[in-house]
């Protein structure tokens, strides 16, 4: 069944753009690909842009867009939608032109997301450079990276006919834990190419649609360096360092000026369809990725200098 391939780019939109372009240019080390008053764009390869910020009061993510290989593949998407009773409309040439693709078709998923499909996110003139980066981010057959989405108490069979049923996505895997008492995380992961997950959805309480977008970089000093800028700055972070157990993604998760998390991260699984099992794991992480405040308490009481009440 022909379906996406990847997520090609994102769309978010943000109170404070000049914010924005600090923390994506000089604390993650994306590439400006223009700006005006009320854009910024973004690059993170060779492609003329992955990720686009616009003015406005959301502080959350817009619109997602999907690509598939080739047109032919987006009219028979078109069809698979419109033969289930989900609405898509033709985007048309001016948002094709804004997005950077050849076509573009709308839809929503039955979260409430705007998903674009598209096909032909056209290659920028020049290639890729980023001032911070001593290798590159990991995007091509993998895509821009992955995000996590908050399925606001939608029944996970709904949003799996959508994105499984009628996109094509493969189930990777699952995650259940019991974070605290009576809270528990449960989170599925869905792959459209060898990266682990291009989307997962959890429900959890989040202000925000989205809760994390993933970079991946190549060079795993990059994961450091990047780490230190985001601390020298005063970056509020989400997470320090760790690694997860399903697609082993080394990392840490620093806040968007906008306050969802982007997942800074290396060394990403790679799932063989021919080989893959779909597994149900008990737990989010394998070490690491606390919260600030509990590294600051313990190294704080290592240190002899906290004198609270902690046992
Ligand atoms: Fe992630």
């Not at 980023?130 to 709904?158: C, M, N, W, Y």
Request: aromatic letters at 8%.
């Amino acid at each position: 069944m022909p379906g996406v391939k990847e997520l090609a780019y994102v769309v978010y939109e943000a109170s404070d753009l000049a914010d924005w372009e600090h923390f994506a240019v000089d604390l993650l080390g994306m590439q400006l690909a223009g700006k005006d008053d009320d854009l910024l764009r973004l690059r993170t390869d060779a492609k003329v842009h992955r990720w686009l910020v616009r003015r406005g009061p959301a502080d959350d993510l817009v619109a997602s867009g999907y690509a598939v290989e080739d047109e032919a593949a987006l009219d028979a998407l078109a069809d698979r939608l419109a033969a289930a009773g989900v609405p898509v409309a033709d985007g048309g040439a001016s948002l094709a032109a804004t997005r950077g693709v050849d076509r573009i078709l709308v839809t929503t998923d039955p979260i409430g997301n705007r998903v674009e499909l598209v096909s032909g996110l056209a290659d920028a003139d020049t290639a890729f450079h980023s001032d911070r980066l001593l290798g590159g981010f990991v995007t091509g057959e993998g895509g821009a990276g992955h995000q996590v989405l908050i399925a606001k108490g939608v029944p996970r069979e709904d949003y799996l006919a959508f994105y499984q049923g009628l996109l094509g996505f493969r189930i990777s895997d699952t995650i259940v834990e019991e974070v605290a008492p009576g809270v528990v995380a449960d989170l599925i992961f869905l792959h459209c190419n060898p990266r682990h997950h291009s989307v997962a959805f959890g429900d959890m309480p989040h202000p925000a649609s989205t809760h994390h977008f993933m970079l991946e970089v190549a060079d795993i000093r990059d994961v450091g360096t990047a780490h230190d800028r985001c601390l020298e700055a005063g970056q509020p972070f989400e997470m320090t360092l760790g690694m997860h157990p399903n697609d082993h993604m080394f990392s840490f998760y620093v806040r968007t000026p906008s306050g969802f998390s982007v997942e800074y991260g290396w060394g990403g699984l790679l799932i063989d369809d021919a080989t893959w099992r779909v597994r149900t794991l008990d737990r989010l992480n394998n070490w690491g990725h606390l919260p600030p405040e509990v590294v600051a308490d313990r190294l704080a009481r290592a240190a002899g200098t906290d004198h609270g009440d902690h046992r």
